[in-house]
């Protein structure tokens, strides 16, 4: 009789290391230690954000000497008095960062997109070298174009208004946003743009019918992004604006610091939590579609 011989199966270089990490990698103990050490991480990480807010409900005068997390003596007040405790209430602050903020979205939004359309479904010559001209820009220091961008805005009569702050934003002059908008628009098919040629779309009715409507999450990235460097932005209003009345917050909060008198920091961090509040729901709002929008941008 013929015997049927088997060979062994050769087994896998890393046939064991799985099996190890699969046996005790998904204990239920293993588990444990890894959700408490990213508790602990996270709770180093929100101690700055925990001491703001327990600090602005302290008075000024134990806000450096008691370190504790929860405050020996309440102060609530600061809230009211850092509202009113400037020039002008707090609310007219906002309003202007707000006014600026939305601007500077939409504006990004409307002239970056056009450009990484171009980019990214367009063929013209110089595309290659046109794009990576833009890419090159995101090497300069924006400290280089400080004067030359402060004398052109002089010279156009924009100081102590929002111009310099706004025009910008609507002549795509953010790399960073046309790039991720660009590398989301070559992962979309381009039998899109074809189908839509055979139907008589031009480029123009193909960006706003058939691309627009499907980079939503690139646009979602964009905002949260535009949002927070925006809302945060203060060299540029410091350089730019002189009158009190146009302050963002940001230079708001910094009239709270007197460089020779009493500093009111109570009311500061008060103003200061109230500042973060848009930021954190614009982001909680939005946390979805960032993801997405970064998650998708590396694929072609």
């Known amino acids: 009789m013929s015997q049927t011989l088997q060979t062994p199966r050769a087994a896998k270089p890393n046939e064991d290391a799985d099996a190890l990490i699969e046996r005790f990698g998904s204990t239920r103990k293993s588990r444990f230690s890894r959700h408490v050490i990213l508790c602990v991480i996270g709770l180093v990480m929100m101690y700055p954000l925990l001491w703001?807010?327990?600090s602005s409900l302290k008075p000024n005068g134990l806000i450096f000497e008691d370190l504790s997390l929860w405050p020996a003596e309440w102060s609530p007040s600061n809230y009211t008095e850092g509202w009113n405790a400037l020039e002008?209430?707090?609310g007219i602050?906002?309003?202007n960062s707000i006014i600026i903020v939305?601007?500077?979205i939409v504006g990004n939004l409307f002239s970056c997109s056009l450009a990484a359309y171009g980019f990214a479904r367009l063929n013209f010559t110089g595309r290659k070298l046109f794009f990576a001209l833009m890419l090159g820009t995101m090497m300069l220091p924006g400290h280089v174009l400080l004067?030359?961008?402060?004398i052109l805005f002089a010279k156009l009569g924009w100081l102590n208004t929002y111009y310099p702050l706004l025009v910008p934003n609507f002549l795509a002059t953010n790399a960073f946003y046309i790039f991720l908008m660009v590398q989301f628009m070559r992962s979309l098919p381009q039998e899109l743009d074809d189908a839509a040629r055979i139907d008589g779309c031009g480029p123009f009715r193909t960006f706003w019918s058939i691309i627009l409507p499907l980079c939503r999450p690139a646009f979602a990235t964009t905002a949260i992004f535009t949002f927070i460097s925006v809302?945060?932005?203060f060299f540029g209003p410091l350089l730019y604006l002189t009158d009190p009345e146009l302050y963002t917050v940001p230079l708001a909060l910094r009239q709270f610091i007197d460089s020779e008198g009493q500093s009111q920091w109570g009311q500061m961090f008060a103003m200061s939590v109230l500042s973060l509040a848009p930021i954190i729901g614009f982001?909680?709002?939005?946390q979805k579609y960032l993801v997405k929008?970064?998650?998708t941008t590396g694929l072609k």
């Open 52 to 54: 703001l807010v327990s």
């Open 88 to 90: 002008y209430d707090f």
């Open 93 to 95: 602050y906002f309003s």
């Open 102 to 104: 939305v601007l500077s």
């Open 147 to 150: 004067i030359p961008q402060y």
């Open 231 to 233: 809302w945060n932005e």
């Open 283 to 286: 982001f909680i709002a939005g």
């Open 293 to 295: 929008g970064i998650a």
